[in-house]
């Protein structure tokens, strides 16, 4: 598995509607055809949120929604981007001159974190020029991965052109590392299902070292994804960064207090691990450790022992610097009872007791509670579309991806779909006067879908 590349499929474009659109949108922009085309799905997360950089495992699966992009290689040293959505402007530079601008999320820097990852990576100087199209329909800001989807994209773009070989975990791991580069301190989850996904199966995904298993879904239910229509674009604010930082310190008063090595722990993780306890135990520790009033600044310098600088340079983000307020005791419990909650979900799923949908729904439930509650990353919109959804049949719902906005995910009975679609739909996204809300692709079924690849035409 750890030694697989992502596949090469020979296909007819003429028999697939999209390609073919692409391939003549890519004509009529550049003058030529494309050599080869690259799909990298997006995700929904099913359980294990805001833990994957405090190094748990998460369970994700990858969406039929996807990244599609058109290449061809050139001569120049010169990249040229495209996308076939008119609000993202037409880009180019120079293929050996990759800045990426950290102040501004702008669509191409996300192609140039996967480009520049990939390079960096071959430690290669003299790239070659590309023209590339680009096609998603993940809806973005969304919280279904649809940046990480085009990172993984660039990606495997990058390398393919290259003629290069590296594993599905290798490449995971490059792409996670360079998303960084925007900006966002994230962790490796969807980077890692956008190359490992298998369809018909969701993943359980682990770290250092970088693992999937499969985990197999209740065949009597379907996972629901609906929009809230708020979006969060998690680069453009501080709030996502804030949450790493506060899991970081968190984890470095935790091991203080255990008398732990501290100066060198980063994640909520590394601490039970050197303790060696479980889950319910760390929980038990955070409780006599952390004080749910928030810190400040001087009360963590205080327990740590540290100047206000040193805590400044050498801790915190440049973005985070500034912060007056840190949440360390409800954070550590989000992710120490999330974590637990993902090896409750996959271990219902092995064992699939009679009551199963029911059992994994009051997990999602239980989930969406504490990331609203103790990681305060919901939102008003959101926590009424979770209402709406259990209110009108879903077994469990939360929130999904990082929050603030962004989807909802929910587990239906499968018999009970047709009718759950059609009243949320109608509760949620059509308007007093009777009109509908003018976004598409709000709500809709999804099951497991396949992960990255790369297209030839035959």
């Avoid at 290798?170 to 490992?196: H, N, P, V, W």
């Amino acid at each position: 598995m750890a030694a697989e590349s992502p596949a090469m499929r020979r296909v007819q474009v003429a028999e697939h509607l999209r390609l073919l659109k692409l391939k003549e949108m890519f004509n009529s922009k550049f003058g030529s055809i494309p050599k080869f085309y690259v799909r990298a799905p997006g995700r929904v997360n099913i359980i294990g949120e805001h833990i994957d950089y405090c190094g748990y495992s998460v369970l994700p699966m990858a969406i039929e929604q996807d990244v599609l992009i058109a290449v061809e290689p050139v001569k120049t040293y010169t990249l040229q981007l495209a996308n076939t959505n008119p609000l993202y402007p037409d880009f180019s530079t120079s293929a050996n001159n990759i800045q990426i601008d950290k102040t501004k999320p702008l669509w191409h820097n996300y192609f140039l974190c996967g480009l520049k990852g990939i390079q960096e990576h071959f430690g290669l100087s003299n790239l070659t020029g590309m023209n590339c199209l680009v096609d998603g329909n993940i809806p973005p800001s969304s919280g279904l991965s649809s940046s990480s989807a085009l990172v993984c994209c660039a990606g495997l773009v990058t390398l393919t052109v290259l003629g290069r070989n590296l594993s599905k975990v290798e490449l995971a791991e490059i792409c996670a590392k360079s998303e960084r580069y925007i900006g966002t301190e994230g962790g490796g989850m969807d980077q890692s299902i956008s190359f490992l996904a298998e369809e018909g199966t969701a993943k359980l995904i682990e770290f250092s070292p970088l693992r999937a298993t499969d985990v197999k879904l209740p065949s009597g239910a379907v996972f629901v994804i609906a929009n809230s229509c708020v979006e969060m674009n998690k680069a453009a604010t501080s709030q996502f960064n804030i949450r790493v930082m506060e899991c970081r310190l968190a984890a470095k008063l935790l091991a203080k207090y255990k008398n732990l090595q501290w100066d060198n722990v980063l994640r909520l993780d590394e601490v039970q691990a050197k303790l060696g306890i479980s889950l319910e135990e760390m929980l038990l520790v955070t409780e006599d450790a952390l004080h749910p009033e928030p810190y400040n600044p001087e009360e963590i310098c205080r327990c740590l022992g540290i100047s206000l600088e040193e805590l400044r340079t050498q801790i915190l983000s440049p973005n985070t610097q500034d912060v007056l307020i840190f949440k360390l005791y409800q954070r550590a419990k989000h992710v120490y009872s999330e974590a637990a909650r993902v090896l409750q979900f996959k271990k219902i799923c092995e064992e699939a007791p009679e009551n199963m949908v029911q059992l994994l729904g009051e997990l999602m439930n239980q989930s969406h509670m504490s990331c609203r509650d103790m990681y305060e990353c919901s939102c008003p919109e959101l926590d009424q579309l979770v209402d709406i959804c259990r209110k009108l049949g879903a077994q469990g719902s939360r929130l999904t991806g990082a929050g603030w906005g962004g989807c909802a995910v929910s587990i239906v009975p499968a018999d009970k779909l047709p009718g759950f679609l059609a009243n949320v739909h109608k509760a949620y996204y059509q308007r007093s006067d009777g009109s509908l809300a003018p976004e598409k692709q709000n709500l809709f079924a999804t099951k497991p879908g396949g992960g990255a690849l790369v297209f030839l035409e035959a």
